[in-house]
């Protein structure tokens, strides 16, 4: 997570681009594999920046988890990723659960 703390998508001969592997192998993981560079594109629109989705963790007790939220912000703020909230803070709050698990709930409700 070092090599990604701090670090995005960079403008690189006129494609957004990951600053560098670690970088790219969280987006991966965020996105589920999924392609970025029209996202990329729109969140540069929009914020006027060639620096953006930077991805920045809690660094304050690397020898401890801690459980944070992951919170991703608007187009018009970068779109960066904030890992670094605690859960009862202004940016920090759990607001529900995967999408699959609601839709099974549903399904289960709308069934009965």
């Known amino acids: ?4 703390h701090g670090k995005g998508y ?3 001969n ?4 990951p600053a560098n592997k ?7 993981h965020l996105n589920r594999g999924k392609d970025l560079l029209n996202y990329a594109q729109q969140v540069s629109e929009a914020s006027g920046s060639n620096y953006i989705m930077n991805l920045y963790f809690d660094r ?3 020898s401890t ?7 991703l912000y608007r187009i018009v703020n970068n779109s960066e990723v904030l890992g670094l909230s605690p859960l009862n803070d202004d ?14 709930a549903l399904e289960a409700r709308v069934l009965k």
């Open 22 to 28: 670690a970088v790219a192998k969280v987006w991966d």
């Open 1 to 4: 997570m070092e090599d990604a």
């Open 14 to 17: 006129g494609e957004f681009v």
């Open 65 to 71: 988890p801690t459980l944070r939220s992951l919170v």
């Open 91 to 104: 940016f920090g709050h759990l607001v529900g659960v995967a999408h699959v698990a609601r839709e099974k």
């Open 60 to 62: 304050s007790k690397p």
């Open 10 to 12: 960079v403008l690189k």
